[in-house]
């Protein structure tokens, strides 16, 4: 099973980048899929997550900046990040779980991308 996390880069404050990550390896409709971001010198945390059923729930920070859909004809989870902050800098993680549920804590999930950076200047 294979995670693999792209799209991250530099951007302004105010821009926008859109994460994929491309699953191969697992019968991906039927996995939960979040992305998480770690912060230099912070705890990993959640950022979104969709379920099978493509219902989507959001941490309060990125509420109304970031959106987070799935093609599973394409295997592949999307994170659309708009009026991006100095704040959203972090390494970004997508990873997947068999189970749906919670979105935290991080060991509910199976698999874990190699994480794509995002660095937001102000």
């Known amino acids: 099973v294979q995670l693999q996390a792209s799209g991250g880069g530099l951007v302004q404050a105010g821009g926008s980048l859109r994460l994929s990550c491309a699953a191969s390896?697992?019968?991906?409709?039927?996995?939960?899929m979040g992305w998480f971001r770690q912060a230099p010198g912070k705890e990993r945390e959640f950022v979104a997550v969709?379920?099978?059923?493509?219902?989507?729930y959001y941490t309060d920070a990125v509420k109304g900046r970031f959106t987070i859909s799935r093609d599973n004809a394409k295997n592949t989870v999307y994170l659309q990040m708009n009026s991006l902050k100095p704040e959203d800098t972090a390494v970004y993680y997508c990873?997947?779980?068999?189970?749906?549920?919670?979105?935290?804590?991080?060991?509910?999930?199976?698999?874990w991308g190699q994480g794509t950076l995002v660095t937001v200047s102000s």
């Open positions: 390896g697992v019968t991906f409709r039927r996995y939960q």
């Open positions: 990873a997947a779980s068999d189970v749906s549920g919670s979105a935290w804590p991080p060991a509910r999930y199976d698999y």
């Open positions: 969709i379920r099978w059923s493509a219902t989507t």
